[in-house]
């Protein structure tokens, strides 16, 4: 069961009506809700990664997110911990130009070094298979 | 610092009363543009009693179906609220303290504002 406070030690009524919060001027993401899992698409709409984390970082005394992360999180998940950061793949936040149903971004996949594993397969795997190297006829 | 360090991590007050657990990090996108977009700001956490099933979303927006799934999700998730990061006094990793609120903080409604289409 996941973790969570019994009913005793919850600190507040459930039912408290809370008051609404300063509305900040510009677009509100909440991170789980809108960017984790969700498809990265190049500038041409072809996958490029999933959003696994999100790396922030403080600058001027504010803390904002620099990267969107990627990276092999399948075991993390299932058994706990996480990656070694050098495990994670990178693609900067200034390469996004719109979070939707999926973040969208404003390069070419092939630019990023997301999909180094993809190349290097094409290159090295399916590149020497006869008929690798052109499109089925 | 990456947002699995303060995700789900358990929340305190200053007097070391356990508060809840961070289910979701509320982001502004409200500075100057990096690229086409402003860089996320990281402006609050979401605080529940529970941290399962929170991804769903519904104690945060208006939908309401389907109606059984809705009233379910926003039932359990009753009591989160969003506490802004100006009232956050530390943050640290799983191995640490989690997230300890200061002296004197605000709790506000954790709905996201109704213009939010994504």
Known sequence: MSPRLRRGERPFPPDERLPEPPRPAGLVLDARLHLLDRQVVDVRGDPVAIVDDVELEERDGRVVATDLLSG?????????????????HRVAWRHVTEVGVVVRLGVRGETLDVLWVERWLREHVVGRVPGGRHDPE | ???????????????????????????????????????????GLLVSPRTGTSFLGYERTDENAPAVLARWFRRRHRGTFLVLWDDVAASGTDEGPGVVLRDGYRRWDPALPPHRGA
């Open chain 2, 1 to 43: 610092m990456i947002l699995s360090d303060l995700l789900d991590a358990r929340v305190h007050d200053a007097a070391g009363r356990a508060l809840g657990f961070v289910v979701d990090v509320r982001l502004v996108l409200d500075g100057p543009p990096d690229g086409v977009l402003a860089p996320p700001r990281l402006h």
């Open chain 1, 72 to 88: 092999p999180v399948l075991a993390t998940r299932v058994f706990g911990g996480r990656p070694p950061r050098s495990r994670w």
